[in-house]
Structure formats: structure tokens, C-alpha cells
């Protein structure tokens, strides 16, 4: 059984992008969080314990964190929790592992600036496209808006149901 949860921390490790055996991308990281707390006798701040998560992201998402996300880097990750019990060389432990569904800066502690990816089309080397793989031969680059280059805009718009965009 796994849990929703969202955490704030800060990436601890150099994250690592991999490939499962059958192709799909997985980003994967160790999240530290920590609660900060005015010790008022002192008036200093104070750490509390910090708790430590194993977070991977799969297919997009791992793709766009790949290219966002970096050590040190303070991030929002939402998805399904999960505590692994695991042994290895004589000793045991339980790990927290979050499967992101989300996953972005904080933008309490600075600014990032976003950029939309075109949706990915379903593969089609049919004799109408030319046997072109998909994005062969498309004269619009990556960045480039939807319509931007005087197609019909519905053929970029990702399916019904699919872009969580709420305007």
C-alpha cells in the first residue's frame, strides 16, 4: 500500500538519470527535509531532525527533472510514499521512497523560469507522414509554442483530459 504525500526539502545527492530495462527514463535523488524552529530562549534558529526520502520521477517528468533539477536545489515533490524494508552486509533498515507525480522548485527560496515542452506524438511511420519518425522533418523547434508556426493549433494540443494546466 502506498500514501499521497508532498514534501519541501532540499536535494541532498547528485540526482542520477537512468534507464529501467525496457527503456523508460527514471531521475532518481535522496531529499533531505528538516523542520527550522526560534529557539526564544537564544533567539537562534534551531534544526530539527531531518528526514531523508529516496524520490524517482518516470518517463516525462524524468526527462524535464533531468534538465531542471540539481543538487542543492530546494524542490516540492508530490506522489506516493512508500516504507521499503531492506537489508544488506548485516544490517537493516526501512526506507521512505516517494514515486514523484510532481515534482518543481520552491520558489520560496528563488525563481525558475518555465518552459512549456511540445507533447510528445504517438509514433507513426505511415506512408501519409513520409516514414518520418515523429518530429522528423518538423520545421518548428522544441521551444516553440503551439501554433507558432502557422499550423492549426489543435494538431500540438495534447489530448483531452491530459494537460493538468488550470488555464
Same mark, same amino acid.
Given at each position: 500500500?502506498?500514501?499521497q504525500?508532498?514534501?519541501?526539502? !532540499?536535494?541532498?545527492?547528485?540526482?542520477?538519470?537512468?534507464?529501467?530495462?525496457?527503456?523508460?527514463?527514471v531521475?532518481?535523488?535522496?531529499?533531505? !527535509?528538516?523542520v527550522?524552529?526560534?529557539?526564544?530562549?537564544?533567539?537562534?534558529? #534551531?534544526?530539527?531532525?531531518?528526514?531523508?526520502?529516496? #524520490?524517482?520521477?518516470?518517463?516525462?517528468?524524468?526527462?524535464?527533472a533531468?534538465?531542471?533539477?540539481?543538487?542543492?536545489?530546494r524542490?516540492?515533490?508530490?506522489?506516493?510514499?512508500?516504507?521499503?524494508?531492506? +537489508?544488506?552486509?548485516?544490517?537493516?533498515?526501512?526506507?521512505?521512497?516517494?514515486?514523484?507525480?510532481?515534482?518543481?522548485?520552491?520558489?520560496?527560496?528563488?525563481?525558475? #523560469?518555465?518552459?512549456?515542452?511540445? %507533447?510528445?506524438?504517438? +509514433?507513426?511511420? !505511415?506512408?501519409?507522414?513520409?516514414?518520418?519518425?515523429?518530429?522528423?522533418?518538423?520545421?518548428?523547434?522544441?521551444?516553440?509554442? %503551439?501554433?507558432?508556426?502557422? +499550423?492549426?493549433?489543435?494538431?500540438?494540443?495534447?489530448a483531452?483530459?491530459?494537460? %493538468? !494546466? %488550470?488555464?
Amino acid at each position: 500500500m502506498s500514501d499521497q504525500i508532498t514534501v519541501v526539502g !532540499t536535494v541532498a545527492t547528485d540526482p542520477e538519470r537512468r534507464q529501467t530495462s525496457t527503456g523508460i527514463p527514471v531521475f532518481h535523488f535522496r531529499l533531505a !527535509t528538516n523542520v527550522r524552529r526560534r529557539d526564544e530562549a537564544t533567539g537562534t534558529w #534551531v534544526d530539527g531532525q531531518t528526514n531523508w526520502y529516496a #524520490v524517482s520521477a518516470y518517463r516525462g517528468l524524468a526527462e524535464h527533472a533531468a534538465e531542471s533539477i540539481r543538487k542543492g536545489h530546494r524542490v516540492i515533490v508530490s506522489g506516493s510514499f512508500k516504507l521499503r524494508e531492506w +537489508e544488506a552486509n548485516g544490517r537493516q533498515g526501512v526506507a521512505a521512497e516517494i514515486d514523484a507525480a510532481a515534482l518543481g522548485h520552491d520558489l520560496l527560496w528563488g525563481t525558475t #523560469v518555465y518552459r512549456r515542452t511540445a %507533447p510528445v506524438r504517438a +509514433e507513426s511511420t !505511415t506512408a501519409s507522414d513520409g516514414g518520418r519518425a515523429p518530429g522528423e522533418g518538423d520545421a518548428r523547434s522544441r521551444d516553440e509554442e %503551439p501554433g507558432a508556426s502557422g +499550423e492549426e493549433s489543435g494538431a500540438w494540443a495534447p489530448a483531452l483530459g491530459s494537460d %493538468p !494546466t %488550470p488555464f
